[in-house]
Nanobody, 118 residues
Framework: QVRFAESGGGLVQPGESLRLSCTAS????????LGWYRQAPGKQRELVAA????????NYADSVKGRFTIARHNANISLTLQMDSLKPEDTAVYYC?????????WGWGKGTLVNVST
């Protein structure tokens, strides 16, 4: 069983930045593509950024493209999400997990809350 621990969320004003971090409990995550997801109040969880197994290829949702940067670290078992030019619509609980159906087996961590507000 894999567990993820997310951190780094907080309350910021529009236009500011945050850096989220995530660490997995087991090295098996090295062989999976990983991603950051978010779930806003009243909405379904969505994948906003993904990174390949070797960390060289990334993909982003259109809503965050050009503002968010995902990266893998520490032998590819840790993730970060650099979020710049934050908007109120970025407000959500952010989670890290695999990018794929394996998420249904691993389950979800507690996430970290990002609140973008004046």
């Amino acid at each position: 069983q894999v567990r993820f621990a997310e951190s780094g969320g907080g309350l910021v004003q529009p236009g500011e930045s945050l850096r989220l971090s995530c660490t997995a409990s087991a090295p098996i995550v090295k062989i999976y593509a990983l991603g950051w997801y978010r779930q806003a109040p009243g909405k379904q969880r969505e994948l906003v950024a993904a990174v390949s197994v070797d960390g060289t290829s990334t993909n982003y949702a259109d809503s965050v493209k050009g503002r968010f940067t995902i990266a893998r670290h520490n032998a590819n078992i840790s993730l970060t999400l650099q979020m710049d030019s934050l908007k109120p619509e970025d407000t959500a609980v952010y989670y890290c997990n695999a990018d794929g159906s394996i998420v249904n087996i691993w389950g979800w961590g507690k996430g970290t809350l990002v609140n973008v507000s004046t």
